[in-house]
């Protein structure tokens, strides 16, 4: 799936995940690799592993997963209104860096205009001087 052994101990040490051990191995079942997924999901939007282990742990403590539904919808429902809120903010701070990289275009310009072309009056006409 991706993830590191560290990444593992980490979520098993959090109790997000519970392998079974034989020995030294650590034996992840369907329900452990379906857990990791929702962690991993839940990790890529960015919540934290408290609030993940918080909605995993109301889908143990029911049957019914009403609880755990209405958390979630809940927290997801919190989680896109801060996206949404960091993607209003990306897009005025790439407007206003932009506007930034135009005024300082514009003062470079003006600082260093480009250099004129040498020319050299002959006869009826103007031609460019030969360096």
Excluded: C, W
């Amino acid at each position: 799936m991706g993830v590191t052994s560290r990444t593992l101990r980490h979520y098993e040490d959090e109790g997000l995940l519970s392998p079974e051990r034989q020995g030294l191995a650590r034996i992840y079942s369907q329900r452990d690799r379906a857990r990791l997924t929702l962690i991993l999901r839940g990790r890529r939007v960015g919540f934290s592993l408290a609030e993940i282990k918080e909605i995993l742990d109301l889908y143990q403590s029911d049957s019914s997963n009403i609880p755990q539904l209405q958390y979630a919808k809940k927290k997801f429902a919190e989680r896109i209104n801060a996206l949404e809120r960091q993607s209003r903010d990306i897009e005025e701070s790439i407007a206003e860096l932009k506007l930034s990289l135009n005024m300082i275009d514009a003062q470079l310009e003006e600082a260093n205009p480009p250099p004129q072309p040498r020319v050299r009056m002959m006869g009826y006409g103007v031609m460019p001087a030969e360096d």
